[in-house]
């Protein structure tokens, strides 16, 4: 079984190019001159990717790393989908690991279903949905951090180039650490789903550590929000009402309900801000609670946002490709429905760690 989730694993290649082109701005950044090789025709970048996703079905395909002559873009995509069809994860990305986990379980569950007759798929669907948001919202998110790099090192205007540094280096630690959690919460529906728990052995789930996350955290709060005052975090607040803006404007059944959500999800993130600055000094050890909720509101809403604007662009193109905009649709609507309220619980959380830390001082 060793080879079985090359096999069943497919790049997502239509979803990545989506997300390039209308959330991390490909278009743009490959009309940079620092990128004249690759001209100005998206098109090129498709078939970078298309020529990969072949090449993943063979044994011994390689991650490529940045350079010059392509964007930090183009092979953050070209290294998820290697990732994604490789028989063991040593090197694996956990957005290409969700997806092959999803991929596999609804591979599983298709199976299953066409040998019953007269079977629920409602707990089963739920499940993969689950799956299909994490690896969504995830990869919206990566591959707009790395849009932010190139924007960063591709400027000559040294004041663009010092936003998108301090937007990366906030979203980095975020993208990284918030998708460890996401992978290990992934690895266990997918054994629900194979009613077994060893499932898959080639995943190797002890190379996702769970220590990671305190060192992405410890980060982001220490070195991103208390350094600043809670500045970049702000920037993005400003962002994600712009998007808010945008769904108001839009005024569809779908916009409004994604927009509640990403409401409230952006006040939690504004409140945990607040909460930090008033309760945590910039020498303070970071207890793991703190961090890891702090890290898991940013990463939810941040998340969020990526979805919200998904929808948005999925509206705007839908009569192109109505099945795959419908999809995109719905899985935004249950991220926002679904995922996003956890950061209102981790909020409460957050309060109660900082209110202990106070009271102990």
């Given at each position: ?320 490709d109505n099945s795959f905009y419908e999809a995109k649709i719905m899985t935004a609507k249950f991220f926002m429905a679904n995922i996003l309220p956890r950061a209102q619980a981790l909020l409460v959380s957050l309060i109660n760690g900082v209110g202990d830390e106070l009271?102990?001082?």
């Open positions: 079984m060793a080879n079985s989730s090359a096999m069943i694993y497919s790049a997502p290649v239509k979803d990545m190019l989506f997300v390039m082109n209308e959330l991390a701005g490909l278009s743009q950044i490959i009309s940079w001159p620092r990128y004249s090789s690759l001209g100005n025709d998206a098109s090129a970048i498709s078939k970078i990717l298309e020529k990969a996703a072949s090449d993943g079905r063979r044994v011994g395909s390689n991650r490529i790393q940045s350079s010059q002559e392509l964007p930090r873009l183009v092979t953050t995509a070209y290294n998820e989908i290697v990732d994604g069809g490789e028989a063991f994860i040593s090197g694996c990305s956990n957005i290409a690991l969700i997806d092959r986990i999803y991929q596999k379980c609804l591979h599983h569950t298709q199976a299953a279903f066409n040998s019953q007759v007269g079977g629920s798929r409602s707990d089963e669907s739920r499940k993969l949905f689950v799956m299909r948001s994490f690896s969504e919202s995830l990869r919206a998110l990566g591959y707009y951090s790395a849009s932010l790099h190139d924007a960063m090192t591709s400027s000559d205007s040294s004041h663009i180039t010092g936003v998108n540094r301090a937007i990366f280096e906030f979203i980095s630690p975020v993208s990284q650490g918030f998708s460890i959690g996401l992978a290990l919460e992934a690895a266990t529906i997918g054994a629900q789903i194979h009613k077994c728990w060893n499932f898959t052995p080639e995943i190797e789930l002890s190379k996702i550590s769970e220590k990671d996350i305190s060192i992405w955290a410890n980060d982001l709060i220490l070195q991103k929000t208390l350094r600043d005052g809670g500045a970049v975090g702000r920037v993005l607040i400003r962002k994600i009402e712009k998007t808010e803006d945008d769904l108001q404007d839009s005024g569809s059944k779908n916009a409004l309900i994604i927009l509640q959500h990403l409401t409230v999800g952006r006040k939690a993130l504004d409140a945990s801000i607040d909460c930090l600055l008033k309760g945590i000094h910039p020498g303070a050890v970071i207890r793991g609670g703190i961090g890891a909720d702090y890290l898991q509101i940013c990463g939810l809403v941040l998340s969020g946002w990526q979805m919200a604007r998904a929808a948005l662009a999925a509206e705007r193109l839908r009569d192109q009271s102990e001082r």
